[in-house]
């Protein structure tokens, strides 16, 4: 069993910038392709990014391609998503999620392809 548990979430200004962290408990995470997914009310959750166990791959959504960073400490058991130049449109919830994933090259960007879950933290984004 993996407890996520995500943190770094906050209220900032059109083009500013914020730094997510996902730590996890209960397993060590080198063997987990990690996600990260937001959603706002009314809509589904969505992809924004990806990392493989080792780091080798990621993978963003064309929406923050460009602007969001996904990196991973396996030694600090944690996930990173390094967000800037964010926009009102970057407003949601934003959750962690691991997938057991030994192959070194494996991102995952499905929501139903994740086991795992961290509770969310609010990131709010005001023009």
């Known amino acids: 069993q993996v407890l996520l548990v995500e943190s770094g979430g906050g209220l900032v200004q059109a083009g500013g910038s914020l730094r997510l962290s996902c730590a996890a408990s209960?397993?060590?995470?080198?063997?987990?392709?990690m996600g990260w997914f937001r959603q706002t009310p009314g809509k589904e959750r969505e992809f924004v990014a990806a990392i493989s166990r080792t780091s080798i791959s990621t993978h963003y959504s064309d929406s923050v391609k460009g602007r969001f960073t996904i990196s991973r400490d396996n030694a600090k058991n944690t996930v990173y998503l390094q967000m800037n130049s964010l926009k009102p449109g970057d407003t949601a919830i934003y959750y962690c999620a691991a997938k057991f994933a030994p192959m070194q090259y494996v991102v995952l960007t499905q929501t139903r392809a994740y086991d795992y879950w961290g509770q969310g933290t609010q990131v709010t984004v005001s023009s």
């Open positions: 209960g397993a060590t995470i080198d063997t987990y392709a």
